[in-house]
Each structure stands twice: as C-alpha cells, then as structure tokens.
Nanobody, 124 residues
Framework: QVQLVESGGGSVPAGGSLRLSCKLH????????LGWFRRAPGKDREFVAA????????YYADSVKGRFTVSRDNVEDTAYLQMNSLRPEDTAVYYC?????????????????WGQGTQVTVSS
C-alpha cells in the first residue's frame, strides 16, 4: 500500500522560499514518478510539477517554471519541491501524488494515491 506524507508548508512573505517534502511509503518497482499538485481556495486542483523516479526527468506548469524545482532522493524515497520567489497567487494546499501507471503528466486522474496536503500561504 502506497502512502504519501507531505511536510514543509508554512506562511512566508512574497518573495520568500519554502521547501516541501513528500515521503513515499510502500514504493514498488512500478513507481514511475511523483507529482505535485495544488488547490487554491475556490479553484480547481492544478498540476505544479512532476519527476520520474529513475531518470529524474522533470515537468513543470508554466506558472512555476523558473521559480520551483522538483527533485527526489531515491535512497530516502522522498521527493522535494523547492519553491522560490513565492507570490500570493501560490497560496494553496499542496499535494504530492503517485500515478497509477507510467505517466508523469498534468492530469490528476492519472494519479491514484494522494498525500494529505500541506498549506502554503504567501502574504503580499
């Protein structure tokens, strides 16, 4: 059974940085990637970034390119989302997710395991 536990959220002023962690429990040989999504108040959940587990290929939403960096530690079974130059519009609950197959894309329907989420609040 795959379990994902996020940590590292908090409140920062605009321009600040945070690093989110996602600990993966129960990784299997079929674990292809981990994704990061977020849901802002009153908005739909949106894709933020993803990373493939073996090759480390990364994918980003246009809104975070150049500011966010996704990485993973294969030994610790942990993925990270380094968020720099944060903006008030980045305020959301951030989730990590494990895909059901060999995908690392932006469709939330492709992911079948989700963490509990961690709140990120950016003040102006």
């Amino acid at each position: 059974q795959v379990q994902l536990v996020e940590s590292g959220g908090g409140s920062v002023p605009a321009g600040g940085s945070l690093r989110l962690s996602c600990k993966l429990h129960g990784r299997t040989p079929s674990t292809y990637a981990l994704g990061w999504f977020r849901r802002a108040p009153g908005k739909d959940r949106e894709f933020v970034a993803a990373i493939t587990w073996r090759g480390g290929a990364t994918y980003y939403a246009d809104s975070v390119k150049g500011r966010f960096t996704v990485s993973r530690d294969n030994v610790e079974d942990t993925a990270y989302l380094q968020m720099n130059s944060l903006r008030p519009e980045d305020t959301a609950v951030y989730y990590c997710a494990h895909p059901s197959g060999g995908v690392a894309g932006p469709r939330s329907d492709d992911y079948n395991y989700w963490g509990q989420g961690t709140q990120v609040t950016v003040s102006s």
